[in-house]
């Protein structure tokens, strides 16, 4: 796997109609073992797939898709799939999102702590849903493949024993995979945004990511959120087989 000065090189995915979507294998594990290709792919919303991008998914393995979001529209995927549903936000907790827009956490690894600690059964919904997946690969996705996917795939990629760097280097790809998104979905460009809330918190994305990682045992929590262990084995051993 080659590398660069940022980390190890994370492989897109050319699957027609998504941006960032990436295989999550051939990242260098803690042990110094990789992370095997096909187990886990992140992505942006697969709804603006064509059926040319779901053949594509089907031929490199995918048979579950986690889907992040609070809401979802009708599409092209093959009937054959299995389709897992969980609205990671809980936007109705006013009190939790009125904190993270208020210190102005959103759209950044700045918030992904405090969302752990604050809502640890909706990451153990989605661990549990990727560990009991029928076999083949899982993609997991949210609107923009950034935030909440990025949540759950640090999440689940520190279970695994992921290093840090690699860890981050795969968040980092999403900003520049995102740009050519924004105008396709007639949105603002949220690149510099970001980085202007980074510099005013004196940080940068691999530093956050990094923070968010500090001192955090994704074994532990999942079990302390009430994760069956069967299912914290069975979720490593899908993260980490050759």
Not at 80 to 97: K, P
Not at 148 to 166: D, F, K, N, P, W
Not at 181 to 186: Q, V
Request: glycine letters at 8%; aromatic letters at 6%; one cysteine or more.
């Amino acid at each position: 796997m080659p590398l660069d000065e940022k980390g190890p090189f994370v492989p897109h995915l050319s699957w027609e109609g998504c941006h960032n979507t990436r295989d999550l294998g051939g990242l260098p594990l803690h042990d110094g073992g990789q992370t095997p290709f096909g187990a886990l792919i992140r992505s942006d919303n697969p709804e603006r797939l064509t059926a040319a991008g779901w053949a594509a998914a089907v031929a490199h393995g995918v048979r579950t898709v986690v889907d992040l979001r609070e809401s979802c529209s009708a599409d092209l995927r093959p009937a054959g799939l299995t389709t897992v549903r969980i609205d990671l936000d809980d936007m109705a907790d006013e009190q939790v999102w009125r904190h993270i827009r208020d210190n102005d956490l959103d759209g950044t690894p700045l918030y992904y702590r405090y969302f752990m600690e604050s809502k640890p059964a909706q990451c153990v919904a989605v661990a549990t849903a990727v560990a009991r997946a029928p076999e083949g690969g899982v993609l997991v996705h949210c609107g923009l493949g950034r935030d909440r996917t990025g949540l759950i795939v640090m999440l689940l990629l520190s279970l695994a024993g992921v290093t840090r760097e690699a860890i981050a280097a795969d968040y980092e790809e999403s900003t520049s995979r995102l740009v050519p998104l924004y105008p396709a979905l007639g949105i603002d460009d949220q690149t510099a945004e970001i980085e202007q809330i980074l510099r005013t918190k004196g940080t940068t994305l691999r530093a956050a990511v990094y923070d968010a990682l500090d001192g955090f045992d994704a074994e532990k929590y999942l079990l302390a959120a009430g994760m069956d262990p069967a299912d914290v084995t069975a979720l490593k051993t899908r993260l980490t087989r050759p």
